[in-house]
């Protein structure tokens, strides 16, 4: 049992490089992976979870535009597809580092490309499923979450420190989120557009906040270079003279 506790550890703490998680659900959300990726099978590459996730957030864009033409049941039918995003979107990258063959700016690159097509998939489906004078929702919703996105790559530019998280919140709370804003419009008609505004005024919220942070830490670090610089030239001021001296 022992040894068991500790490649789970091991596996835990392979699954971790390069991404900073400060999510409410990281500690159930990293076992789950650190479990599931031990059974993913050998055939099935991280491309492919790649796909499946794509596929996952196609299948609700899908789902939300039959429930507008064929039946409300279409509503509920969308909720798996959620899982079958968070499988392959948090599997993917977290297999690769699993088996070994990690392709850092490969996986990162597609991942962030995917990710967003995905997004707008759903966001497409909401504004086949909304009613005219609330369609402009999805949009609005959509180019908020894309902020949140670039948030996201411009502080792993800055900081070296990739987090796709915004305090305790991240992707898969998002998910639940929108599970639950999806589930009680099927209950109750009309919820999904104040349930959208809410969520949309929570974006603007957290976005501005992380701006705010990135462009802080990217004062600092214009700061630091500065100064690094300032010291360089300091040093190599008297080595220049030097070597004039010399040569003359």
Same mark, same amino acid.
């Given at each position: 049992m022992k040894n068991n506790k500790r490649s789970f550890s091991s596996i835990l703490k392979t699954i971790a490089q390069d991404r900073d998680r400060t999510n409410i659900l990281r500690n159930w959300e990293q076992k789950s992976i650190a479990y599931l990726v031990?059974?993913?099978?050998?055939?099935?590459?991280?491309?492919?979870?790649?796909?499946?996730?794509?596929?996952?957030?196609?299948? !609700?864009?899908?789902?939300? !535009?039959?429930?507008?033409?064929?039946?409300?049941?279409?509503?509920?039918?969308?909720?798996?597809?959620?899982?079958?995003?968070?499988?392959?979107?948090?599997?993917?990258?977290?297999?690769?580092?699993?088996?070994?063959?990690?392709?850092?700016?490969?996986?990162?690159?597609?991942?962030?490309? !995917?990710?967003? !097509?995905?997004?707008?998939?759903?966001?497409?489906?909401?504004?086949?499923?909304?009613?005219?004078?609330?369609?402009?929702?999805?949009?609005?919703?959509?180019?908020?979450?894309?902020?949140?996105?670039?948030?996201?790559?411009?502080?792993?530019?800055?900081?070296?420190?990739?987090?796709?998280?915004?305090?305790?919140?991240?992707?898969?709370?998002?998910?639940?989120?929108?599970i639950a804003i999806i589930a009680g419009e099927y209950f109750f008609r009309g919820s999904i557009y104040y349930a959208v505004i809410i969520a949309c005024l929570i974006l603007v919220y957290t976005n501005f906040t992380d701006t705010i942070k990135v462009l802080k830490a990217a004062d600092e670090r214009d700061a630091i270079e500065k100064k690094e610089k300032a010291e360089k030239l300091a040093k190599e001021g008297p080595r220049k003279i030097d070597t004039l001296v010399l040569k003359e």
């Open positions: 031990q059974r993913v099978p050998k055939w099935l590459s991280s491309d492919g979870l790649t796909a499946i996730g794509f596929f996952g957030n196609l299948y !609700v864009g899908i789902c939300l !535009v039959l429930a507008l033409y064929v039946s409300d049941i279409f509503l509920l039918l969308s909720l798996p597809g959620f899982l079958i995003n968070w499988y392959g979107d948090s599997l993917d990258g977290r297999l690769a580092y699993y088996r070994n063959t990690p392709r850092k700016w490969y996986g990162f690159s597609l991942d962030v490309t !995917v990710d967003w !097509v995905g997004l707008s998939m759903i966001g497409l489906g909401y504004f086949f499923y909304a009613l005219p004078q609330w369609k402009w929702l999805g949009f609005i919703f959509v180019v908020l979450y894309g902020w949140e996105m670039i948030t996201a790559q411009l502080r792993y530019k800055v900081t070296g420190t990739y987090s796709i998280d915004s305090g305790i919140v991240g992707p898969t709370e998002l998910r639940v989120v929108l």
